[in-house]
């Protein structure tokens, strides 16, 4: 595994590096605030006003990632794959299917992931979610991510979108086992079953039993 990445970690320069604690930094913080703990400690302090904690919250994540995104390109890095052919097969199995997920998801959930639903009507109670594409896998907003970001990184193949595109891989896995535990939590059995009937990140299109 080394001898693999060591002709990479010999490209990484010291942009490279600081881009690296960047996004650390920065997943680091979105899971603080995304963190059960962390928003009791605000639901107390700030009580009605809690209901606009997570559009700030996004407002923050969307202002220091474009801030991340424009040190992460303002910087010279090598390109490591140069294939027209790779280009091609990337966008049509990579970034339309991947896409295609990511847009399913998000209009069904951008109102109230965005925060932006608070200002007008007070915060729902989270509810279980298994229709829709939920039938066929867990987590199809991390599945169209992880499809979508793996195409950016061959459409534009330079060493800073690999680490973007790693980072980001190795935060929505770790992400996906504390997210499982929190819901495991909140919707007890009925989260278990569907669990063993649906998979995490790779859809299946089998009939489910009812």
Known sequence: MYTICLP?????????????GLWIVYYTLHSVFA????????????????????LCFTLFATFTLIGLLYFQYSFYSPVLINSLI???????????????IMMISLKKYFMLLSGIKSIFTPVATP???????????????????ILFVSGLFFILPTLSNLIDVLLLILY????????EKKLK?????GYLEYMSKVPKLIPTFRKQEK
């Open 127 to 145: 509810e279980l979610k298994t229709d829709g594409i939920h039938r066929f896998v867990r987590h199809p907003l991390y599945s169209g991510t």
């Open 185 to 189: 939590k909140e919707f007890g059995a």
């Open 172 to 179: 929505i896995l770790v992400g996906i086992v504390f997210e």
């Open 86 to 100: 790779i280009k091609y097969l990337s966008f049509v199995f990579l970034i339309i299917p991947g896409s295609i």
């Open 35 to 54: 963190s059960t703990s962390v928003k009791i400690f605000f639901k107390k302090y700030l009580e009605k006003q809690f209901r606009y904690y997570r």
């Open 8 to 20: 990479f970690i010999k490209k990484l320069n010291t942009s490279h590096w600081i881009l690296i």
